[in-house]
């Protein structure tokens, strides 16, 4: 019997770590914390939990395939609660990928956009975080172009997302192992 045949506890629908595995490296020194893994999921959203070893600010330094058939043109970074993103000359925000980036004023989502990522190619991206809590987890949310939609229907349809946000998907929650460092 595996653990999801026991009576009650299956989170399948929900909950995905045995195929895609994302894993993080806090330094606790530099307050960095350094994140790897894939994405496969189409029609979903990502949520990822991590556990740090103390609340307090943190740069995050993610790196993702996209192991996916379609070219990712945008992805939304949305926190919880007790989690929001640190902007101006004290915090990083960038992408390799996308030239260009959107917080909006409650520093709760942010959005990567002017570039792409194609199937088998991997994103980084770097920001700061601002965690009240230890288990902070935020979303992550892609946008594909139509493969029917002219450059400025996708234009157009980038424009909106990164204005009103990508509407909410259903989620797949990971939690993602932390070693600790430092």
């Not at 914390?33 to 496969?40: C, E, H, P």
């Not at 939609?149 to 204005?163: G, N």
Request: a negative charge; proline letters at 5%; hydrophobic letters at 40%.
């Amino acid at each position: 019997m595996s653990e999801l045949d026991i009576p009650g506890l299956d989170v399948s629908s929900r909950v995905r770590a045995r195929d895609i595995q994302m894993a993080a490296v806090a330094d606790v020194r530099r307050r960095v914390l350094m994140i790897s893994g894939a994405v496969d999921a189409l029609d979903h959203d990502v949520a990822m939990s991590l556990y740090l070893p103390e609340p307090g600010r943190w740069q995050v330094i993610k790196s993702e395939t996209n192991l996916t058939d379609q070219t990712w043109v945008a992805m939304q970074v949305t926190c919880d609660d007790d989690t929001h993103f640190i902007d101006g000359e004290d915090g990083m925000i960038m992408s390799r990928q996308f030239a260009r980036t959107f917080l909006t004023p409650d520093q709760r989502r942010l959005t990567f956009h002017d570039g792409e990522v194609r199937p088998g190619e991997s994103m980084l991206k770097v920001f700061d975080l601002e965690c009240t809590t230890r288990r902070p987890t935020y979303a992550h949310a892609r946008y594909s172009a139509s493969p029917t939609d002219s450059p400025e229907q996708t234009a157009e349809a980038v424009r909106r997302l990164v204005a009103d946000g990508i509407a909410q998907r259903p989620v797949i929650e990971m939690i993602v192992p932390v070693t600790v460092i430092g």
